[in-house]
């Protein structure tokens, strides 16, 4: 039986956004434990150039809804960008959890050759949506996840891969 597009999307998604709203509640046990200031934390980066922490997580719920939505043919959820704390951060993880988690198969499946245009740095991009969900969604969300995880271990926090893969299935 092939792969359909809900298949391989939404649980996905879902499963690796549980993972990082854990490991944010690691970090935030963690910085309550030792006294020490959860900005310190949200606003970490891994080099002057990259966007901090907050803004991983951010990007990483963005492309997390907007593959549901552009592949369902839905609305995209418009987040105000404005989350400040591990609590803030793990609601819009909440929220875009039960956007995503709500999308039915029916309407992500047969979106393989979906047209689906983007507009990136002023250009547009078009894909169909087989190639938009493998080659750009997915490895943008990963690429997110994977920073605000590399952001908190260099941090200090005590988390490793079975964090970052959210247990064993």
Known sequence: MPLSMHQASVPVILHFLKALSAIL??????????????????????????????????IATDHAKGAAARLSGR????????ETTFAALRARIARTLEFVGGMPAAEIDGSEEKEITLTIAGNPMTFTGQYYLLHFALPNFFFHVTTAYDILRHKGLDIGKRDFMGGAR
């Open 25 to 58: 509640e690691k970090a935030e046990s963690h910085v309550r434990a030792n006294g020490l200031d959860q900005s310190d934390f949200i606003n970490a980066r891994l080099a002057p150039d990259m966007f901090p922490l907050a803004r991983q997580v951010q």
């Open 75 to 82: 609305e995209n959820p418009k987040y105000e960008d404005t």
